[in-house]
């Protein structure tokens, strides 16, 4: 139940802007991934780090207030070796709110979108909420439109671009040699998913993407989701299942002249109930799924 209200709390912070949050209690914690990779847990997206024989690989910033206790925790843990690469795996505040703070040291690099949504006021209609557009030490100086691979040290680091998924501009960061990926927002392991429709996420590419991430990965892969703690294959097949599940029972019930609130009343999430406690609780899935598959071409 922690756990859930946590998650829940994560999300919500997201939307509720970096103003209005006391981010002096907020620790950051680590979990060991494998030799020489971390996981940072603080408040924001889940940050991965790659600790290098020279340098270190972030992928990822959480909110700017917490930098400092970011680049603390970094230097315990590498020996003060210094971020030289940010890689982000989409526009949102919480996973590059900090960005201002490491472009100094570190290049910045993501999807061509995530540049363009930084770099522009952007406004949520589900959130009725508008972001500023971000000064330029916050945006990727490197980007990419459809695929990269980096090499950094002796390790290929592939960016994979998940066209329209949670955003417009998702990127998985696959390390090959170490089997390790962060798959960003595209994946909340055994919670529904928060699909951004007004940033260009769809249920269909977010269904695409994964089915393919999932091909290039197996059973020992460590996979780290955008929230939620670290995850493998078996927990990415699951929520692929739900995906497909959850989608198709809208469309049947669509095309037996069901109504929205009608789909929704009906128990549509059976056998996913525990699935809708966090941030997006069915309703607001179904409503998602609904709305996607409903929309005017091009908007
Ligand atoms: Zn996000």
């Known amino acids: 139940m922690r756990v859930m209200m946590t998650l829940a709390g994560l999300f919500f912070l997201t939307f509720i802007g970096v103003s209005q949050r006391d981010f002096t209690t907020v620790e950051i914690k680590e979990t060991l991934v494998k030799d020489n990779y971390y996981m940072l847990e603080g408040s924001g997206g889940n940050i991965l780090i790659y600790i290098g024989f020279a340098e270190v690989l972030m992928i990822d910033s959480q909110f700017a207030p917490l930098s400092d206790k970011i680049k603390l925790k970094i230097d315990q843990l590498s020996g003060g070796k210094p971020i030289t690469y940010l890689i982000n795996t989409h526009h949102h505040g919480d996973h590059t709110g900090g960005n201002g703070n490491f472009s100094e040291d570190a290049m910045i690099i993501a999807h061509k979108n995530v540049k363009k949504r930084l770099s522009t006021d952007q ?16 945006w990727p100086r490197l980007i990419y439109a459809f695929q990269m691979e980096l090499t950094f040290e002796n390790n290929e680091v592939e960016l994979v671009h998940l066209p329209h998924a949670h955003t417009d501009g998702d990127t998985g960061v696959l390390f090959k040699k170490d089997n390790v990926l962060h798959l960003g927002d595209t994946f909340f392991k055994d919670r529904f998913p928060y699909i951004d429709l007004g940033s260009g996420g769809t249920i269909d590419g977010l269904i695409n993407g994964l089915a393919i991430a999932s091909l290039y990965i197996d ?15 078996e927990d990415l097949d699951n929520y692929l299942v739900m995906l497909k ?3 198709r029972r809208v469309v049947k019930a669509s095309a037996n002249g069901k109504s929205l609130e009608e789909i929704k009343a009906s128990g549509i999430d059976k056998g996913y109930e525990e699935w809708g406690t966090g941030f997006i609780n ?18």
Not at 123 to 138: C, G, I, L, V
Not at 219 to 233: C, Q, S, V, Y
């Open 123 to 138: 406004h949520s209609k589900a959130f009725n909420k508008t972001t500023k557009a971000k000064d330029p030490s916050f």
């Open 219 to 233: 059973n020992e892969t460590k996979i780290i989701p955008g929230h939620g703690k670290l995850a493998t294959k």
């Open 245 to 247: 599940t959850l989608k």
């Open 282 to 299: 069915a309703d607001k899935f179904i409503d998602t799924i609904w709305t996607d598959l409903n929309r005017e071409e091009g908007n």
